[in-house]
């Protein structure tokens, strides 16, 4: 009891939550994106930041620049008013270092110590101003810079750079960013319960279509409504509707195959008990005894062989999947059953042989269950045997057939006979249970051939019924049951 009870448990925290997948669906991208824009934030803001300082780095280095000139005697001078000097460093939050260079590469002004721009960078016209990240007394800066020429041929170019640490710059996208991302850290809990929301709406309908059914009788077998719920769902209660159409019908065939039954075993039972009166009957002479006794042995009989084809029809409609299958060989079971049908028609005098493939031939076998195709098999020749009179002037003459296409390869079972055969409107007939075709006077279950058809389903095979000589006085009958591909 302990371990059913631990599978239980376990078969309920493996079951998924449809609601929780699709919530988990649906957050999971959210929440995955969300760090994405928040680095795509970053950037975008240092682009933003970056640009308003920018230009006054270049208004800076353009200032200074138009302050270098050639003196007199060739050399470079730079003079720079100390106002000027004072307004370039007075900035309350960041650091501002400035470079001018001669054309010899000489100190002229500012910090020795300004970081040169690399060796490859493109000098460009005179005066074009160019931005570069840096780096200063380990501080991180950024530095404009420009060339200036200081003769026609600009073989003398001077060197002017402005730098400036990058707080104000920090500090402004730290700020865009807030003014971004502070509003989603709000709007992403909103989100998520407008999701949960959704989806609590969304999945209603099957909630709802789950208190319809469980408000069903257990009788109540009519279709659901599919225009009461969503499109998607509509295809699931189609399903639904056509697994109840087919218990219905299974329910029905059930009890008319009880009653069936019941009629059929009443009439030997009934048989038993008055036979069985009548030699219980003070005064009952030897002979009527005896005859007493020989009826209640043939209702036996006749009660035994229908229980047994109900528990054969029984087995196999309960699946021939759920048995053992192994490749089967087709003239074998069709010998062995010969075999053992050949002692009832020789009784009768009837005339029962085979034709077709020999036991052990490529081909002629399939994968089925060896138990049932022999019943199956055995249902038609005793069928066979049974309705096929012999008489002085005509002998019953059964011939068993198994066949192989060469090209199809599709294998054929035949069962016929010479007997009187069977009528057309009939020929479906007999193959529901219990059928009995009028004026035959044999006794019978009326389930041998159901049981047939039963078979050759599992096995994915047809049986079908026609006359063997049509439009003569014996037309005789021809079962076929034909295998698809091997």
């Known amino acids: 009891m302990k371990s059913k009870g631990w599978d239980m448990r376990v078969f309920k925290r493996e079951q998924r939550s449809l609601f929780g997948e699709i919530l988990d669906w649906m957050l999971t991208p959210l929440l995955l994106l969300w760090p994405i824009s928040l680095a ?27 302050q270098v000139r050639l003196g007199p005697d060739n050399s470079v001078q730079f003079s720079l008013p100390q106002t000027a000097r004072e307004l370039l460093r007075a900035d309350e939050t960041d650091l501002v270092y400035y470079q001018v260079r001669g054309a010899l590469n000489e100190h002229l002004s500012g910090e020795r110590d300004l970081p040169l721009p690399q060796p490859n960078e493109p000098k460009g016209n005179s005066y074009e101003v160019h931005i570069r990240d840096d780096e200063m007394r380990g501080l991180e800066v950024r530095v404009a810079y420009t060339w200036i020429s200081l003769d026609a041929e600009g073989t003398r170019p001077a060197l002017v750079q402005v730098a400036e640490t ?4 920090s500090v402004l996208a730290a700020e865009i960013i807030k003014g971004v991302m502070l509003p989603q850290f709000a709007l992403l809990p909103l989100a998520v319960l407008l999701v949960w ?36 769902v509509a295809p699931l209660v189609v399903s639904v509707n056509d697994l109840l159409e087919r218990l219905k019908e299974s329910i029905v065939t059930q009890k008319r195959f009880l009653a069936d039954a019941a009629h059929q075993l009443k009439t030997p039972l009934a048989g038993l008990r008055m036979q069985a009166d009548l030699a219980q009957r003070s005064g009952s002479s030897e002979e009527e005894l005896k005859k007493s006794l020989q009826q209640i042995g043939r209702a036996s009989v006749q009660a035994t062989h229908t229980v047994n ?32 049908c050949l002692p009832l028609a020789m009784e009768k005098g009837l005339d029962l042989g085979y034709e077709g493939v020999a036991p052990g031939v490529a081909g002629a076998q399939l994968q089925g269950n060896q138990t049932l195709l022999k019943e199956m098999l055995r249902n038609l020749v005793e ?12 002998q019953g003459v059964i011939t068993v057939r198994v066949l192989l296409d060469p090209y199809s390869k599709v294998l054929v079972v035949q069962v016929e006979d010479n007997g009187p055969g069977i009528a057309v409107h009939d020929r479906e007939l007999v193959f529901e249970p219990f059928f009995r075709a009028l004026g035959t006077n ?25 006359a063997t000589h049509p439009g003569q006085p014996w037309p005789g009958a021809c079962f076929t049951v034909r295998f698809g591909v091997v």
């Not at 609590?200 to 009461?228: H, M, Y």
């Open 40 to 66: 795509l934030t970053w950037l975008v803001a240092q682009g933003l930041a970056n640009k308003p300082f920018d230009r006054a780095l270049v208004y800076n280095v353009q200032a200074l620049a138009q």
């Open 442 to 466: 044999v006794d019978g279950s009326g389930l041998g051939l159901p049981i047939v058809k039963e078979i050759a389903h599992q096995h994915g095979a047809t049986v079908s019924v026609e």
């Open 309 to 340: 084809q109900l528990l054969s029809l029984a087995r196999a409609e309960g699946g021939g999947n759920h048995l053992h299958q192994q490749r089967c060989d087709l003239p074998t079971l069709a010998s062995e059953v010969l075999q053992d």
């Open 383 to 394: 069928n066979a045997v049974h309705y096929t009179p012999n008489t002085p002037d005509r």
């Open 166 to 169: 990058r707080e104000k710059r």
């Open 197 to 232: 929301l959704a989806l609590v709406r969304g999945i209603k309908p099957l909630s709802q279509l789950e208190e319809r059914i469980r408000a069903r009788k257990p009788d109540d077998l009519s279709a659901l409504d599919d225009k009461a719920v969503p499109m998607e």
